[in-house]
């Protein structure tokens, strides 16, 4: 038994979702660097408060995969479920967020709408890998990609449209002005619509039909499941000898941070990622040493036994996301500051140069858009990993070229540099998906969906960790220069795509 071949509209409806899904992530993107300068940010503390978006992420999205995987609903069926209740609360705090009466609140207000859009988006990743056969995946991804770049440009171009038609986009200071307010309503109703679509008219197999599926995979791709007690009890010492390491060397990197008095971003690093993923790996060894078996265990042990494709994969993912994220914190003082020569948020040339960073965010995801279906035919011809490659290396030109812009024209500004980071987007939505999905065991595509998910979190945290105090000891607080950096680690991300493993048949006719 194989899964069927399924229509245009069928990937169409669901796919739809990430629509609404982007439009959420484009507003808090392209927006909320500003509401907390306008809020009394300063540009060096940025980074830091950006720390819960992908902590969020973190936390929320291998949860989320490892339940939806178990998940079954007689009406809604096994991803559908989470598709409607993170839409539900993602909207509702897409209303809240501009509202914001001071810093703390809306750093507070970050962290509920990024987890509630996780809670959405985590399983659309695993709803193409478990609806679609292995020759229909690109174009699922692709399908999705589509819908990003459409859903991530009218939000990011929605302050800009209603300042177009009278609706103020300066307000005094510490408020937000009512351009961005609106924008975040708009965004609120669209996200709640557009899953809801893909939840009522896309349909799911069931347990059962998903496991002959799994079964007829393993006969030629056998999976091992079962490991004997001493297994896990070696494994056990294993983890809890790593974990011990590794929370030393966070809390000696957390005790050098504290007595040189540096960047206290950089906690994010030595105390979030170092030293709690030690504590991780603790409780891990000491449950398998004790012979408890649980959905933490598993969730750890999973993830110490990724595909190959998937690790290779993940040091791709890790310098193109730093790049993206580096992108999304800077971008707005990059252009005020080095191209407007402005750090006033009252200003006009403040407000007139954050909305054009609206516009290039715009620009680069209607460019995703229109090259999303070239990718698989470049693949086609080429390989996926060199097609992965080139747009790669596209997008860290185009981030890199900010820095030489000194005539702020339309073209200039707007479009030039985004071409680039455009194609490179809709690459990174959609390639490397479609080269992971097929290394994976089908009961657990959630799960791996979403700890794949960790390769775009920990370069976001890394990335707000060390930034700031890059940029506020070598770089004396340019941001321009962190989007130098993003360019040079996406030129890299591009290099090491080429040692990907990645020997599918690309099929896109069907």
Known sequence: MKKRTIGFWEIWNMSFGFLGIQMGFALQNANVSRIFQTLGAKIDDIPILWVAAPLTGLIVQPIIGYFSDRTWHSRLGRRRPYFLVGAILASLALFVMPNSPVLWFAAGMLWIMDASINV???????FVGDNLP????????????????????VASKLPLILTY???????PEGIIPDSVKYSFYIGGAAFF????WTVLRSKEYSPEEMKVFEDAENESKPVKQDFSDDWYHNNGKSHLSKGLIALAVGLLATYFVYYQDLKKDLYVLTLGLISLGGVALIISGMMQKNHTKNGFVTIMNDFQMMPKVMKQLAWVQFFSWFALFSMWIYTTGAVTEHIYKTTDTTSLAYNTGANQVGEMFANYNIIAAAVAFLLPLLAKITSRKFTH????????LGLMSLYFISNPTTFT????????VGIAWASILSVPYAMLSGSLPASKMGYYMGVFNFFIVIPQ?????ILGFLVSKFFNNEPIYALLIGGCSMILAGILSLM????ATIQINE
């Open 120 to 126: 959405s988006m985590e399983p659309f990743r695993a």
């Open 134 to 153: 292995d020759h229909q995946r690109t174009k699922g991804f692709a399908m999705q990609s589509f819908f990003i770049g459409i859903g991530a440009y």
């Open 500 to 503: 990907v493993n990645d020997k």
């Open 413 to 420: 500004i707007e479009w030039l540099p985004m071409i680039g």
């Open 461 to 465: 945290l890394v990335a707000a960790s």
């Open 389 to 396: 490659f080139l747009a790669l290396v596209a997008g860290g």
């Open 165 to 171: 038609f009278g609706v103020a986009n300066t307000a």
């Open 193 to 196: 619509i557009a899953v809801l």
